[in-house]
């Protein structure tokens, strides 16, 4: 018994002593993994997740009497997230973890920056089902993707849904190892929190302020698969955006999606606007263009058809389509503007092809119809500069299919059948910019002219430093304005010089190196009664700066010809300065080669003319001064002088002989040998009144000459001349001829010449005659029909016989009376003229044989041979055929015989014969042919 109680004894005291050893090892080894408790959970995290690469760089675990879990700080790192938590807690009683604070960071590696695929993602199936409700209370996300850190509450229940509150409102859902959630926020949201919207919108700061961007809210869906983020967004905004000469009515409607393919990985998204409208309202917009404004394109839609690529430093777009919305009644009109493959680099860096596309019916506005349709195709990039300065900034344009078409076009009386205008334009910031084109357009018609066809070609060059060149050549064929038509004008221009920007507030100083050349000509220009073959001006513009520029230019107008001009060539030249863009000087010379002018149906060619300029001018009448000398055949015969507004034409003692050629055409048995003519004309070219005049003071002194078989010389005239509204106005004036010999002299001729109603009359005439004198009140020397008296006092009887020429007959006495002349035309007739002697007179006969012949058969009128005369009068009859009649009455007695005797005769004569025979006896003709000959010379 004894040993057996021994041996239970020892039995019990072996088990104490294992149990003893179980709790010390089981202590041991709790105390073990107490003491080692961060090791062994750094290195369960760290075995659990060793595919994903994930290292703890801090722990501080422990637990409470209740043995609930206490993490004061854990720091776990990926090769993209940093996680750090502090004061953690499990309760294990209701299975609640709470952690006061954890601080994500996100970064990119160089790997991701390439965006090198991986296959690699967040296992959301790896998150267990039954995981403990988790509230975080201050969570602070820091990533290379977001501007600045985010700051949010957490709460997580069961694992299946997760609760966001802070910077971010989000409930966030778990099924089907998916995460989805529903988010409210705003654009201003966005451009907070992600750097590329933010240095977007800092380039802008007035346009998007925190106002618009914060009306700009959205309702988003997203949905994680632990790599991939998907989202839907609904839009609805409808705001004002105010620019600074501009209000513009913005309205987005629909949804759109974003998905960013890997967060962890890649750093681009992808957004897709297919199913959002985008309206833009300019209608309150008053800095639109007028064409705009008269086209009524007032609502615009902007389409996004194809997904966009946004990455953190750029956006590409494919396609972006702006369009004009339609009004109703423009069923066939479209505008359309077509940007593919845009791409913008936040930098500053815009690369684009665009397509440009118009079809606008005009019979909507403004009184217009007709159809325009513009196409336009190209691409554009452009880097701009840190300063934003075009001019520093590079770009690239190449724009080769552009064109506009013009059908049907009519608007008030401007009519066009079709035009279509095409060009090119490309270059960059190194090349510059090329323009060229060609613009055609067929049937143009206005009011009072229409044009069959007009052709014209153009080219622009830019280059660096802005030095430019252009060329434009045009055509137009067949140009009528009522009567008046063109075959065809041409014209061709060439410029080119340097701009400077800078300079623009001093216009001499914007251009440099300027040249400009250029030549025209009009062709086959005629109405119904004129004609003109040619037309050619050619000019030439040139300077280093536009304050001094020199100039030339030449004309030609060739074979002029209408009603009174047959033939008209004219040429000349002008070159001279400008100076600050308000002097200009100028010399040259305009020459008439030749003038064929029709006066009355009788052809008249003018001998060479030319004037010679020289002046100068600021631009204005009030500065002008010239000086154009006026040379006829070859002899300079005056000038004419402009100052200000007051322009003078002299002529200075002019031999009258210089237009003898001219006068000849004229008036053939004219000729002229001496005398001379001066003149000056004063006329304003501003009038005070408006009414255009000229005044001139005209004179002839000395002249002399003969017309047909009449000399005459000393014709001295001075004629005030003016011309107005009224028409030509001469003033009177006094006409002096000393001599006029058609065979009888007529000497001492002085009237009043009158000009009336366009006709010249002459007044109070007077002269001497076969001794005595002769008067008449008026003559009028047109052709008219009229009958005007000649008085005559102190005829010499002697004289007037001795134009028979009857040697020893003499007659003496005076005689007076008056001729009553009727004229029509170029006829001439008297008749019942009366001349009486005044105080009686002597008829003597002696040795004239005629005489004696007639005595022998009638010795009565041997009583003629002295015979005196107390009574002498005849009746004067004239016919137009030259023919005199005279039929004589005396009264009186012969002294020797003492015989009163009365007789009448009467005489009949062909007065031409006479006075031809008298020119030949006094050798008038021997004169007139001398003075042929000096005119000849001359």
């Known amino acids: 018994m004894s040993k057996l109680i021994c041996k239970n004894k020892q039995q019990g005291q072996t088990s104490l002593s294992v149990l003893t050893w179980l709790v010390a090892i089981i202590l041991g080894i709790t105390l073990t993994l107490f003491l080692m408790r961060n090791a062994l959970v750094k290195a369960t995290i760290e075995y659990v997740a060793a595919d994903q690469d994930i290292s703890v760089d801090c722990i501080a675990v422990d637990l409470s009497w209740q043995l609930d879990v206490l993490i004061t700080q854990l720091c776990i790192t990926s090769p993209n997230l ?19 604070a954890m601080q994500i960071k996100h970064h990119l590696t160089a790997q991701n920056e390439q965006i090198t695929p991986s296959d690699s993602s967040f296992e959301l199936a790896l998150i267990p089902t039954n995981l403990p409700s988790v509230r975080i209370k201050h969570v602070q996300l820091t990533s290379s993707l977001l501007a600045e850190p985010l700051a949010f509450s957490l709460n997580l229940e069961n694992a299946t849904e997760l609760t966001l509150a802070g910077d971010i409102n989000a409930k966030l859902s778990l099924k089907d190892n998916r995460v989805s959630a529903h988010v409210n926020w705003s654009a201003f949201d966005v451009v907070n929190y992600v750097p590329a919207a933010k240095a977007f919108v800092q380039q802008y700061p007035d346009l998007l302020n925190d106002n618009l961007l914060k009306a700009f ?6 949905d994680f698969d632990g790599a991939a983020i998907q ?109 593919k493959q845009f791409n913008y680099i936040l930098s500053g860096e815009m690369t684009a092809d665009y397509q440009l596309q118009l079809i606008q019916d005009l019979a909507q506005y403004m009184q217009q119809t007709g159809k325009m349709t513009v196409l336009s195709r190209g691409s554009v990039n452009l880097s701009l500069a840190d300063s934003i300065d075009l001019a520093s900034s590079g770009w690239g344009l190449s724009a080769k299919q552009n064109q506009l078409t013009l059908e049907n076009y009519h608007h008030n009386s401007l009519s066009i059948a079709s035009a279509q205008l095409g060009f090119e334009l490309q270059g960059n910031q190194d090349m510059g910019l090329a323009l060229s084109g060609d613009l055609q357009t067929s049937k143009l018609v206005t009011k009072d002219m229409a044009l069959n066809e007009i052709s014209s070609q153009y080219h622009l060059n830019i280059m660096p ?34 701009l400077h920007p800078d300079k623009y507030n001093a216009l001499t100083q914007a251009i440099s190196a300027l040249s400009l050349t250029g030549k025209a000509a009009v062709n086959q220009v005629h109405d119904s009664a004129n004609s003109v073959a040619k037309v050619g001006v050619q000019f030439k513009v040139q300077g280093e700066s536009l304050s001094d520029l020199t100039y030339s230019l030449e004309h030609q107008v060739n074979d002029v010809q209408s009603a009174a001009l047959k033939t008209l060539n004219i040429s000349g030249s002008i070159q001279g300065r400008i100076q600050d863009m308000q002097q200009l000087t100028f010399n040259g010379v305009s020459n008439i080669a030749a003038l064929n002018v029709s006066i009355n149906e009788k052809q008249l060619k003018l001998a060479p003319t ?37 322009v003078k034409l002299e002529f200075e003692s002019v031999k009258v002989s210089t237009i003898q050629a001219l006068i000849s055409q004229i008036l053939p048995d004219l000729t002229l040998v001496q005398g001379n003519f001066s003149g000056t004309v004063n006329s304003s070219l501003a009038p005070e009144n408006g009414v255009f005049s000229v005044n001139g003071l005209m004179s002839i ?56 109603q366009g006709a010249f009359k002459f007044e109070n005439i007077s002269g001497d005659i076969l001794g005595g004198r002769f008067s008449m009140n008026e003559v009028w020397l047109d052709q008219r029909e009229q009958v005007f008296d000649v008085v005559l006092q102190d005829l010499d009887l002697e004289k007037m016989v001795a134009l028979q020429n009857q040697p020893g007959i003499r007659v003496t006495g005076k005689m007076m009376g008056a001729i009553p002349i009727a004229t029509q035309g170029a006829s001439v007739e008297v008749d019942n003229g009366r001349l009486v002697s005044q105080c009686g007179g002597k008829l003597t006969i002696s040795n004239n044989a ?10 009565s009128l041997s009583f003629l041979e002295n015979y005196q005369f107390s009574q002498l009068s005849s009746k004067v009859t004239f016919k137009p055929d030259g023919w005199l009649y005279l039929d004589l009455a005396f009264v009186g007695e012969n002294p020797q015989k003492k015989q009163a005797v009365n007789f009448n005769y009467s005489h009949q004569e062909n007065m031409f014969d006479l006075l031809r025979a008298l020119r030949v006896a006094n050798g008038i003709q021997d004169k007139i042919e001398k003075n042929i000959t000096q005119g000849g010379k001359q």
Request: proline content about 4%; overall charge negative.
């Open 82 to 100: 940093s996680l750090v938590i502090n004061d953690a807690v499990w309760n294990r009683a209701d299975g609640h973890i709470s952690v006061q």
């Open 217 to 222: 809210t959205l309702s988003s869906d997203i």
């Open 231 to 339: 989202s839907t967004h609904l839009i609805e905004f409808t705001e004002a955006v105010l620019l600074s000469n501009c209000h513009l009515g913005l309205s987005l409607k629909g949804s759109s999606a974003l998905t960013i393919g890997d967060i962890f990985k890649a750093h681009n998204m992808t957004a897709d606007f297919s199913e959002l409208n985008i309206h833009v309202d300019l209608a309150d917009c008053t800095s639109r263009p007028q064409l705009m404004q008269d086209w009524q394109a007032e609502q615009f839609v902007i389409t996004l058809p194809q997904p966009i690529d946004i990455q953190p430093t750029q956006v590409n777009l494919p396609q972006i389509i702006i369009s004009k919305v339609p009004d109703k009644a423009e069923s066939e009109s479209w505008l359309s503007l077509e940007l």
């Open 465 to 498: 430093p802005l030095n430019f060149t252009m060329t434009l050549d045009g055509i137009v064929n067949k140009v009528k304005r009522s009567e008046l038509e063109v075959a065809s004008a041409k014209s061709q221009i060439q410029l080119s010089g340097q």
């Open 610 to 646: 030319s004037l010679r300029h020289k002046g100068s001018s600021g631009l204005n009448l009030q500065t002008t001064l010239s000086v154009h000398e006026l040379s006829y055949a070859g002899l300079p015969i005056g000038h004419i002088s402009q100052q200000q507004a007051e």
């Open 701 to 756: 002194n000395d002249v002399g000459g003969h017309y047909a078989n009449t000399l005459f010389s000393g014709v001295d005239l001075t004629l005030p001349v003016k011309f107005d509204s009224a028409g030509l106005q001469l003033d009177k004036t006094t006409l002096k001829i000393s001599s006029i010999n058609p065979g009888i002299p007529v000497e001492k001729i002085e009237g009043i010449l009158v000009s009336e």
């Open 850 to 859: 005629a005489f004696d012949t007639i005595k022998q058969q009638q010795s």
